[in-house]
Nanobody, 116 residues
């Protein structure tokens, strides 16, 4: 059974940091590209960051470049999203996704709220 379980969300003040984790099971993690998406209130889901199965140069949305960092630990079947300099517009539910072999797997999401 495929599972992606996100954790690390919460309430943070503007300018603060959070690290999200997504732990995978039920598939060969190291063979899949991993992504973080987010969906803010009243907004469409958008891609935040993506890292290939080989852990090559990641891609980032322009809105998070220089503030967010995606990384993966294939030994732990986990992908991370380090988020720094958080702003209220970063408030959203963050989802991790695994892509490969024509398949897409999704986690249940974790809420990130940036507010003073």
């Amino acid at each position: 059974q495929v599972q992606l379980v996100e954790s690390g969300g919460g309430l943070v003040q503007p300018g603060g940091s959070l690290r999200l984790s997504c732990t995978a099971s039920g598939f060969t993690f190291r063979r899949y590209a991993m992504s973080w998406y987010r969906q803010g209130p009243g907004k469409k889901r958008e891609l935040v960051a993506r890292i290939t199965s080989a852990g090559g140069t990641p891609d980032y949305a322009d809105s998070v470049k220089g503030r967010f960092t995606i990384s993966r630990d294939n030994a732990k079947n986990t992908v991370y999203l380090q988020m720094n300099s958080l702003q209220p517009e970063d408030t959203a539910v963050y989802y991790c996704s695994a892509t490969g072999y024509g398949l897409d797997y999704w986690g249940q999401g974790t809420q990130v709220t940036v507010s003073s």
